[in-house]
């Protein structure tokens, strides 16, 4: 097999783990091709996190089958494989690899020169990729107004607004698995309970991204937070070593995937880390404002104390960011329940992103089984009214801390004027 294609339609764990594999392969003299037409073996990192990720996996091994050579050899692996193997065996009948089951493709080079484990895991975003589509800035399209303000702040970011101008991020995993016990999660039999990598393999990581002048840094983990709790370590304690070793260099870095139970139990011991101006952004997922909800979902925190540990980091570190997941539509979520999570984003919290999710029914969630369950038009319209009111949020944010006045020189620049002042007002 000297040509391999290497694809996946994956969240940011799933393009890693992909480009893991993928440098093992050339590591070992497997050339790889970015056409699965032109290739020997194909590997697909297949998501299931949602009922419509996993149409979309299956819709993309079945194209692969139809324009893979007669020859070449399809590998399914990642979540949807422990997710759905019921599902994935109506079009594939291939071995069924797990996310955590990379030591399968060490099977594939005849001689292996460079060991799996010796591969880096660290990547910048240039290096990868997703066959996921429809998405603008991970939001769906919403509105024309909406939708351009998501773009007008993708923009922003990428070419005028600093630290992001022209710094690249390096995304270094540091674990996988969850302590957690949601309701609501599919991924618990993918990748269990938590996993972490030694410490000397991130920092090492870490230090060769200072060395190619990577400035931002992006820590990535199934639940940040449970962080060596395995091997004797604490989340603060792998902070605190990046940041003592490496004091006076320039560098930023971005905590992904911070549970608010694990903040809660940490944010003490995190002040000299917060105080240490190295902490770019922070993003905590809430996933509702309704403590009804948050009980049923087994979140084991408060919307309350989640929104004042936010304002409360704000007030003593104003430079650090924030971010959140929200989920709407989870079984017997009211309209109540739903504008308790809409209030969160109430002034004066701000948050610099928000991802919005769907409750999606899963063969392994019994929640999914239960009476209660949301429409799925009930679900779009609060997926939309949540981006809408995040929008109306990021303009009166920018142009307060931009200090801008809009200027119009034509009726269509008024029109679309008045539509934004609308949007400011009228929350």
């Not at 880096?120 to 991970?138: F, K, Q, V």
């Not at 991130?202 to 639940?223: H, M, N, P």
């Not at 650090?320 to 009211?334: A, D, K, Q, S």
Request: aromatic share 10%.
């Amino acid at each position: 097999m000297s040509k391999a294609y290497i694809g996946t339609n994956g969240c940011i764990q799933g393009q890693l783990s992909s480009k893991y594999i993928e440098r093992f392969l050339i590591n070992n003299g497997i050339s790889v091709t970015a056409d699965p037409v032109a290739a020997d073996i194909v590997v697909f990192y297949a998501c299931g996190l949602t009922e419509q990720k996993e149409i979309n996996s299956l819709n993309i091994i079945k194209n692969f089958q139809t324009k893979m050579k007669s020859d070449a050899k399809l590998l399914v692996w990642g979540c949807l494989p422990k997710i759905n193997p019921k599902s994935l065996r109506g079009v594939y009948d291939g071995p069924l690899i797990g996310s955590l089951d990379s030591n399968f493709f060490t099977g594939i080079p005849k001689n292996i020169s460079f060991p799996l484990d010796e591969v880096s895991r660290a990547c910048n975003p240039n290096e990868l990729s997703t066959m996921d589509t429809g998405t603008i800035y991970n939001h769906d399209y919403i509105d024309p107004l909406t939708t351009s303000i998501l773009l007008f702040k993708q923009g922003w970011e990428k070419f005028y607004s600093r630290p992001y101008k022209n710094n690249r991020i390096c995304f270094i995993p540091i674990g996988t698995g969850c302590s957690g016990k949601c309701t609501y999660c599919s991924e618990r039999p993918v990748f269990g309970r938590p996993k972490s990598r030694p410490i000397d393999k991130i920092l090492a990581e870490f230090e060769k991204g200072l060395q190619e002048g990577y400035k931002r840094f992006s820590i990535v983990a199934t639940d940040t937070g449970s962080y060596g709790l395995d091997i004797g370590y604490t989340f603060p304690d792998l902070l605190r070593k990046i940041i003592e070793t490496n004091e006076k260099k320039d560098f930023k870095i971005i905590i992904n995937q911070l549970e608010p139970l694990h903040l809660r139990e940490i944010c003490d011991d995190m002040k000299d880390i917060f105080s240490s101006g190295k902490i770019e952004k922070l993003e905590c997922p809430v996933q509702s404002g309704s403590n009804r909800i948050l009980k049923l979902m087994k979140r084991e925190y408060t919307a309350e104390e989640w929104r004042n540990h936010m304002l409360l980091i704000n007030k003593k570190y104003p430079k650090i960011r924030f971010g959140t997941h929200f989920m709407v539509g989870f079984p017997t979520e009211t309209e109540e329940d739903f504008n308790a999570t809409m209030k969160l984003m109430d002034r004066p919290l701000f948050l610099d992103s928000i991802y919005v999710f769907k409750f999606s029914k899963r063969p392994s969630v019994a929640i999914s089984r239960t009476e209660g369950q949301v429409s799925e038009k009930t679900k779009e319209l609060r997926y939309k009214k949540l981006q809408q009111k995040y929008a109306k949020m990021y303009v009166r944010h920018f142009m307060k801390l931009n200090n801008l006045r809009l200027r119009c020189s034509h009726k269509e620049e008024v029109n679309q004027s008045k539509k934004i002042s609308w949007m400011i007002n009228n929350d």
